[in-house]
């Protein structure tokens, strides 16, 4: 096995990588070219949830088998959502500055919402967005929510609303962002969904920064149609230091450390680990993200 850096070149990739049968991957993108050029490759598992780095039609194509592990870091990313809505609601990190700099004021400045029967609407109900879903209704909240592609017995063992995308921006004091990326969720939270949300709202997105439309955002928050947003992930990243959302007060960042915690990075080794040695040892992965390769007659780079 050999560890390797971030490598957004594909030729650099190809390189470090010719003689590769699998490859785990964090960011690096995985595009047609590395996977036709790296012969011997069979799978390629992706270290989390989402797989937008990785170019899946191609990869069925050419009979690699992609894989993610869908479960190990729902916990984390779903505490990281509720941290962020408890740091804004409570203006923690205002406070924080406060006290560090010698102000003792009573009171949360610009005021503080209830949380108790206020709306929270989720935006993708996945394994992280249910998981945000029973945090968040501990906290007395009413959990509306939007996804197409869960069913109505999901919304109803959660105790969550389905409602459509529209009537969930108009109606969330908080929208917290759980879709994956792709063609359909690419800035599916832009102008048009901003410009509903009422003015004493926020955003909270820990899912993949191209789901939301920045520059609108920043916009939104210029305008004061919006009351802020609380992001962990970002349409660039690392994030560029002259991104006007950083330099908004209503605005909370963190790095995309949403899936952190010691114990879940300490299982990704071998969570990983196991689905490379199903694949290369004949056995159907656990989570294939393109089943396709399985069917009768589909292409399958020999083992």
């Known amino acids: 096995m050999t560890a390797l850096p971030y490598i957004g070149d594909p030729d ?4 470090r990588a010719r003689d590769a049968d699998a490859l785990v991957v964090a960011f690096s993108p995985i595009t047609r070219a590395v996977m036709s050029a790296l012969e011997g490759l069979k799978t390629v598992v992706r270290t989390g949830v989402g797989y937008d780095v990785i ?3 191609a990869a069925t194509e050419l009979g690699v088998i992609v894989v993610n592990i869908p479960d190990i870091w729902v916990r984390e990313v779903a505490n990281h959502a509720l941290a962020l809505l408890l740091a804004w609601n409570r203006k923690i990190v205002t406070l924080d500055r406060q006290v560090h700099a010698g102000v003792w004021s009573a009171g949360v400045p610009g005021g503080a919402g209830s949380l108790h029967g206020e709306t929270v609407g989720i935006v993708g109900l996945g394994n ?3 998981a945000f879903a029973r945090r968040v209704a501990a906290l007395e909240t009413k959990v509306i929510a939007c996804d197409p592609y869960v069913d109505d017995a999901k919304f109803a063992a959660l105790g969550v609303e389905r409602v459509s995308l529209e009537h969930l921006a108009e109606r969330s004091d908080y929208v917290s962002v759980h879709t994956l990326l792709n063609d359909e969720t ?3 939270i832009g102008e048009k969904f901003l410009s509903r949300m009422k003015p004493t709202a926020i955003l909270i997105n820990t899912s993949r920064g191209p789901v939301v439309d920045e520059e609108a955002l920043a916009r939104a928050l210029r305008e ?3 009351a802020g947003a609380a992001l962990d992930v970002w349409e660039q990243e690392p994030l560029a230091a002259d991104n006007p959302l950083l330099h ?3 605005v909370i960042a963190t790095p995309h450390a949403a899936y952190f915690s010691t114990a879940a990075v300490a299982a990704v080794p071998r969570r990983c680990g196991e ?4 694949v ?4 159907p992965a656990l989570n294939v993200v393109n089943l396709e390769v399985y069917a009768p007659g589909a292409a399958r780079r020999a083992r």
């Open 248 to 250: 908004m007060d209503n």
């Open 280 to 283: 290369l040892t004949g056995q």
């Open 275 to 278: 689905e490379i040695a199903r």
């Open 12 to 15: 650099a990739l190809i390189a």
């Open 128 to 130: 992280i967005g249910s």
């Open 186 to 188: 690419r800035h599916l």
């Open 224 to 226: 004061k149609r919006l």
């Open 55 to 57: 170019d899946v039609p």
